[in-house]
C-alpha cells in the first residue's frame, strides 16, 4: 500500500519561500511509469494542480504558478520537494502530496506575518 506524508512548516511570512516535503512508503518515486504531484486547495475554492515530478524526474508545472515554483526528488530518501517563492495570503491552502489513486492527508500552510 503506498503511502504518502507531507511534512513543513504551517506557517510563513509574505514573500517568504514555502518549503514542503512528501515522503513516500509503498513505491519507489522511480518506479516505472509513476507520477509524483503536489495539488492545493485554498479555503473555500476547489483543487488546484501545482507540479508533479515523473519517475525518470521529468518535471511539469501548472502555467500560473511556474514562475514560482520548484520540485526536486531525493531518490536515496524517496522523497519530493516542493518550493514555492514569493508567497502570498492568496498561498493559503491545504497542501497535499499525490500519486494517483493515493493521497497524504493533507498539511495546512497559512501565509501571515
Known amino acids: 500500500q503506498v503511502q504518502l506524508q507531507e511534512s513543513g512548516p504551517g506557517q510563513v511570512q509574505p514573500s517568504q519561500t514555502l518549503s514542503l516535503t512528501c515522503t513516500v512508503s509503498?513505491?519507489?518515486?522511480?518506479?516505472?511509469?509513476?507520477?509524483w504531484s503536489w495539488i492545493r486547495q485554498p479555503p473555500g475554492k476547489g483543487l488546484e494542480w501545482i507540479t508533479y515530478?515523473?519517475?525518470?524526474?521529468?518535471?511539469l508545472y501548472s502555467p500560473p504558478l511556474k514562475s514560482r515554483t520548484s520540485i526536486s526528488r531525493d531518490t536515496s530518501k524517496n522523497q519530493f520537494t516542493l518550493q514555492l517563492r514569493s508567497v502570498t495570503p492568496e498561498d493559503t491552502a491545504v497542501y497535499y502530496c499525490?500519486?494517483?489513486?493515493?493521497w497524504g492527508q493533507g498539511t495546512q500552510v497559512t501565509v501571515s506575518s
Open positions: 509503498g513505491d519507489s518515486i522511480t518506479t516505472d511509469g509513476t507520477a
Open positions: 499525490v500519486s494517483i489513486p493515493n
Open positions: 515530478t515523473y519517475y525518470d524526474g521529468t518535471t
